[in-house]
């Protein structure tokens, strides 16, 4: 469903080697190859090369090759390939990868220079590990040449956050939104609370609207529930394995709603920030709310048993992507399905309603020799037709364009699911990447969950989070 589950430990090791090793061969990478189709004449963009009127058959009779993640998002893209193809004459040839192994094939790929693939899925995180090597196509100048790009695919339209999330300098602690356009965003997930109505309706609960209430309501309904007949039941599922996609699900949103960072940037070096006093008292709380109303074996727990405790009636709440709970709430996909509604969660100080996302985004090979060919397939990928279609028919859940958001067929849709719509309306403005770009992001965050580990055991909280400080410090300034 999304590409949460699984400990980065490796991907980590064949980034960091790769970067090293690659380094010299990809230091123009980032350029463009010159002529439109990247075989190398000039110095800038190969997008400058595209000129007279747009034309979606410009490049009829060329193969696009892509690496794609398994994922539902794919699932509709593949079968909304022949549409392409009809438009634009250009075969598109494809591999599909689990995502145990996904990354993993992605990075060597692009470390090795072979340029096997032209396309690929990514996420926006990874724009932070693969940008600085030059592995990946700056898109934006072709987005703003109107040789390259048709009108219809409409910038404008994207929620401008989302296209922010893949922008970036490169420069450790900049903020997004600055600098290349290394990726697109395709699909993307808010973090949010979903919960069973029906043990809310018994216990005679509601949505927590602050912090300090979604802890009082985890704990009652781990101690009530199975009183009320729903034995075993536990409070509220968020992640706790010792890796990073523990970090930026219900964790950071409810972090950075309480205006706490990461990170600092001073002087142009990036400082760790999540032992200050308010961090530490907030990471005691979040530890204290999962040992009194978390599930037993939470130092286990990826998206996916959050998922399924939730619609295996199993958990009363879950803080975490909306898609997580959305897959178990459509009609007859579990036990929960019709008693599982939406809430934006609980507010920080002054009414926060920040909120951490996770982007699928689709990206160009910068050693790609296909580059003309390869724009116009992201083009469409990520253009009103497909997605329209892709939300409607098959499980584009959040869009990424305002005008998928407002269509009424979308809306008809996701009315089933109540409380989907109006939790997405009213986060979808704050919600942006919480954290702060710089490429020890995986092991930081690795890091950091396994100090989260070690509070929930028992640890001084202050201690802990002082030595993964301490720790931080040295690999990240």
């Known amino acids: 469903m999304d590409m949460h589950a699984h400990d980065r430990r490796r991907f980590l090791a064949l980034g960091a080697a790769a970067a090293a090793s690659a380094a010299p061969l990809l230091t123009a990478c980032g350029a463009g190859f010159g002529d439109g189709d990247g075989n190398g004449k000039g110095g800038g963009s190969a997008a400058d090369d595209i000129t007279g009127s747009f034309d979606w058959k410009r490049a009829e009779g060329r193969t696009v090759k892509a690496l794609l993640n398994k994922h539902p998002y794919t699932d509709a893209l593949i079968a909304d390939l022949k549409a392409f193809t009809e438009k634009t004459g250009i075969k598109v040839e494809y591999d599909v990868f689990p995502e145990d192994n996904y990354f993993d094939k992605l990075t060597v790929d692009l470390s090795s220079g072979r340029a096997s693939y032209d396309v690929f899925m990514l996420g926006a995180y990874m724009v932070w590990q693969y940008g600085p090597p030059g592995w990946l196509e700056d898109l934006g100048p072709w987005m703003r040449n109107s040789s390259a790009t048709g009108a219809e695919w409409d910038r404008a339209d994207f929620f401008p956050n989302l296209l922010s999330a893949d922008q970036w300098s490169l420069k450790a602690g900049a903020p997004l939104g600055q600098g290349g356009q290394y990726a697109l965003p395709w699909g993307w997930e808010t973090n949010v609370v979903a919960y069973n109505t029906e043990v809310f309706k018994k216990l005679g609960l509601k949505p927590a609207e602050t912090f300090d209430e979604l802890r009082e309501v985890a704990g009652a309904i781990t101690r009530r529930a199975p ?19 523990t970090i930026h699900p219900g964790f950071m949103t409810m972090y950075a709603r309480n205006g706490l960072k990461d990170f600092t940037v001073e002087g142009g070096k990036v400082k760790p920030a999540m032992n200050s006093p308010e961090a530490i008292a907030f990471t005691r709380d979040w530890a204290e709310m999962v040992k009194k109303g978390g599930p037993p074996s939470w130092t286990s727990y990826t998206w996916y048993q959050c998922s399924s405790d939730l619609g295996a009636k199993k ?23 019709g008693k599982i509604a939406f809430h934006p969660g609980p507010k920080g100080p002054g009414g926060s309603l920040a909120t951490n996302m996770w982007i699928w985004s689709l990206g160009m090979n910068a050693r790609s020799r296909n580059k003309s060919a390869a724009w116009l397939f992201l083009q469409w990928a990520t253009g009103k037709e497909h997605l329209r279609k892709g939300a409607i028919e098959y499980n584009h859940i959040d869009p990424v364009r305002k005008s998928v958001s407002q269509d009424p067929a979308y809306k008809d849709k996701m009315r089933a699911i109540p409380g989907f719509i109006e939790t997405f309306e009213t986060v979808v403005d704050q919600t942006e990447i919480q954290f702060t770009p710089q490429e020890q992001f995986f092991d930081a965050t690795t890091s950091w969950a396994a100090a989260l580990q070690e509070i929930y055991g028992g640890k001084n909280a202050s201690s802990v989070l002082n030595s993964l400080a301490g720790d931080l410090a040295s690999k990240v300034g």
Do not use: E, H, I, N
């Open 315 to 337: 958990a009363g709440m879950l803080f975490d992507a909306d898609t997580a709970a959305y897959f178990q709430a459509v009609k007859g996909a579990s036990p929960a399905s």
């Open 227 to 245: 009183g009320a007949g729903f034995d075993g039941m536990y409070g509220v599922a968020v992640r706790g394995s010792r890796s990073w996609a």
